[in-house]
């Protein structure tokens, strides 16, 4: 008996010991999410590249042109969310940066142009709960190498829980640390504080505008306030009509239905106080998700359109008479514009395009 407590005894030093060492030993730095690129500027002059590491460490990065990573930025206090705002870049530009003090590669990105030239980009969104059907529709768009990608809301299954997070960053790997990513908030973002900590936006992170080339970006939250005489609304309002005018082309994103033919139908909040606006200002198209499938409509002489296929549980739809297309499947969608026209393709994760939209410039 007295033998068995001594044992006993001995064992439980050496577990305090190693609980000891592995208390006072900090982990070595490394990344956990990113780098990945978004923009809260000019596409053609700004550029944030954001990382999370799982320990404590300065931030600091070089970037140049060329391969020639001359220029340093740092943030000297210790964290483990990091966001280093590039600025002063020339127009069309291809720069290469690198995470320092990190196994981090060299990676690039390229500035938005400053002459008119053909470009293309993405949209897409609803990427929650099954991380690897994202990933199918990852390497779809990976393998168009769009110069940047619209996410319409609804990233993981609950945006409260900062672990939930690293399934989608885990997933958009292929393309986040080269293609900037603009982002909508959607309903499972929740209270939307971690994303907003984690993507650098423009204005008031929570709804706003950009623009690439001749094209004009307006991004809506529908998770807050946006009835008539709210301050969303009122800025929404105003932003449409100065933009309008000025641009080939508008579109605006947000993450719930205007027009659905699915099981949720249409939202009857937006109707009432947003498709006003839109039928009033004639976007060329309003993009948006929430529903998990691909449905085209064209109401009031304003184009809709539903991506909601990046991953997340697919969803029945019954197209009626107003639905040019509507299935449900895997997908997202392309968008290649040039000076006289915009093309919208929906496109399959095995390459096929069974839909597509073309506009002709105002």
């Known amino acids: 008996m007295k033998k068995n407590i001594l044992i006993s005894a001995f064992l439980a030093g050496l577990v305090s010991l190693a609980l000891a060492g592995s208390f006072g030993k900090q982990p070595k730095p490394a990344i956990q999410k990113g780098p990945y690129l978004s923009c809260d500027d000019d596409l053609r002059t700004t550029m944030t590249v954001s990382w999370e590491t799982n320990t404590p ?15 340093i930025l740092r943030d000297d206090q210790a964290g483990t969310l990091h966001h280093l705002r590039i600025k002063d870049l020339k127009p069309d530009t291809r720069y290469y940066y690198q995470l320092l003090n990190l196994s981090a590669p060299v990676c690039s990105f390229k500035t938005a142009p400053r002459e008119m030239r053909d470009f293309k980009f993405v949209i897409y969104g609803d990427t929650r709960t099954f991380p690897e059907q994202h990933k199918k529709v990852i390497a779809a768009i990976t393998q168009y190498n769009p110069e940047f990608l619209i996410h319409t809301g609804d990233y993981i299954q609950d945006g409260r829980v900062w672990g939930m997070w690293q399934e989608f960053f885990d997933a958009s790997r292929p393309f986040s640390s080269f293609i900037p990513l603009m982002t909508v908030i959607g309903n499972h973002e929740r209270t939307c504080d971690n994303y907003v900590k984690l993507f650098a936006l423009p204005g008031n992170e929570r709804w706003y505008a950009f623009d690439y080339l001749n094209v004009h970006f307006i991004i809506l939250n529908n998770e807050e306030n946006y009835q008539k005489d709210s301050q969303q609304y009122r800025w929404f309002e105003a932003e449409i009509k100065r933009s309008r005018p000025l641009y080939k082309w508008l579109f605006v994103l947000q993450h719930r239905q205007t027009y659905s033919s699915g099981k949720r139908g249409s939202d009857q ?5 947003l498709e006003p606006l839109f039928r009033k200002y004639r976007p060329d198209v309003v993009f948006c998700g929430h529903e998990h499938f691909y449905e085209r409509q064209r109401r009031g002489g304003v184009n809709y359109i539903i991506t909601g296929g990046g991953g997340a549980p697919l969803y029945d739809v019954n197209p009626g008479d107003s639905t040019f297309h509507a299935e449900s499947s895997l997908h997202y969608c392309q968008v290649e514009v040039s000076d006289s026209a915009a093309k919208v393709r929906m496109v399959r994760v095995d390459g096929s395009s069974p839909d597509s939209l073309v506009l002709k410039a105002r």
């Not at 909040?269 to 106080?273: F, P, S, V």
Request: a positive charge; zero cysteines.
């Open 57 to 71: 460490v300065p931030g600091k990065l070089a970037y140049g042109p060329r391969g020639k990573m001359n220029y």
């Open 269 to 273: 909040d937006i109707l009432e106080n």
